[in-house]
């Protein structure tokens, strides 16, 4: 699996959506499951899933599915 | 004596800051309050639909103070609910939030605010209502369940100057809210802060949100409160690393926390100079029963304290016997001024009036150390708490059953755990129970078994599903 693949794969399964609606567009609390809850089982899952421990700031500021690509690549994941 | 008739002499203080930084003085807050309970008579039913923002806020004092008997609701009870429980209390007047009022005809708007309306429906205001009623709260705003807990004038000034007292809240505090002002929890902090003329930072956001940091850090947030929930986000945050000079106590209650956990506060907190008070309580006391000292949470981690102040505690066995000695289990009872009323199941018990007279059986399973300190150890009645909700499980499995379908629900507190012999039907019922509940999903797993255990008396064994 690609590091994109594995990020997507990350955003469906936490909240349950397909593929098609990972754009932009896809942010926090853009569908229910994007509440606090999902967000902290999101972040879990994207720590495991590329092995690494997130900053409280970059937690928080991961609004989106395009920020979030931001925010990994500090990370030296790139997508 | 009722803090919110007295709460004018604050006058120009900032009661309350919203999330465009704007600031509402207790002036503000009156006139508003008053425009909204001027169109309502007196006892009159309303429905309440509550949002952490300063209109809801408004219209809850004004309520209040105009001696009108709001039904606190969340507003993110789904409407197939929302519509049975008005059909079941007949309210008269609903207070909520414009863009939800667009989605059905629940009335007739007859006042608008900025973003709140006040819609009056087709029931007349001949609801009778006890004169010492206040208001009523859910007690389980997921399964939608109509049994609300009935709440007097008495219980919630005792309530709300006892909680003041023991956290020594003073008008410097400065609380930044986390939980919605429709649970007592989050409700509590209001009263308490709002008796004290304090300035409260009200927001919507939760912990995982920068904004809602950014609102702690410029409008120097000096306390929150959190269910266990909140404190598995705060821990994920690395709340430790954090720097944040102005906090000078956080709350904790809504469910137990863990053993862990509370220790890793109670440490983080002291090398931060921050009190931290684990509290334990109930919709049915108003909110709060008991409180930890901040002094005794790592020599009594786990301990949900003593008796709030006019409160008191003890422990009593199957035959309602009270126990003397220590550390041996029973059912913890309170008595209190802050015992409510009792419940109702629909618009006929707003009549009734003090059930408890003073005295609740909470349905928890406690035991007291020697210096009079006590313990939960388990629940008598079936519910859990996900992330500070109460799901009765019993309600949730009666849901399920007009699926057509048989489950025993358990688990803990956090993790739903839904067991069915149905097979293939697995991703159905986890569907109807986050559409019912609200509940997130990653809170609730649906487990196939072959079958449900029994005793031979064809009783469950609740405990053998684990």
Redesign the interface.
Known sequence: MTNREKYDQVFVT?F?VEKSVLNDGFV?QSV??W???????M??ALEEAFGIMM???D???F?SYSKGIDILAKYSVSL | MNFFDDIDTYGSKTAIIDEKSECYSYTDLINRDDAVRSRIPQRCIVFSVCENQLESVAGYIGFLRGRIVPVLVNATLPADLFDKLLKTYRPAYIWMPSPKSESRNWGEPIYRSAHYVLLKTVYGNDVPVHSDLALLMMTSGSTGSPLLVRQSYGNICSNTNAIVSYLRITETDRPITTLPMSYTYGLSVLNTHLLKGCTVILTAK?????A??DGLKNHNATTFGGVP?TY??LK???FS??NLPNLKILTQAGGRLSHDLTLEFASICAKKGIEFVVMYGQTEATARMSYLPSEYNIEKAGSIGIAIPGGEMWLEDANGQVISQNDTVGELVYKGPNVTMGYATNYQDLSKGDINKGVLKTGDFAKRDKDGFYYIVGRKKRFLKI?GNRVNLEELEGAIKTLGLNCVCGGKDDHLRIYTVDKGQENKIKEFVVSQT?L????CAVILVDSIPRSETGKILYASLT
């Open positions: 936490c349950s926090y229910p499951q509440d606090s809850v999902g967000h902290m089982g972040i879990a900053e409280t700031d937690i928080i500021d609004s | 939760s912990v995982m949100e920068k809602f940091w929930y598995e986000m994920i945050l690395r690393n954090m992330f609200g997130h999903p990653s809170a």
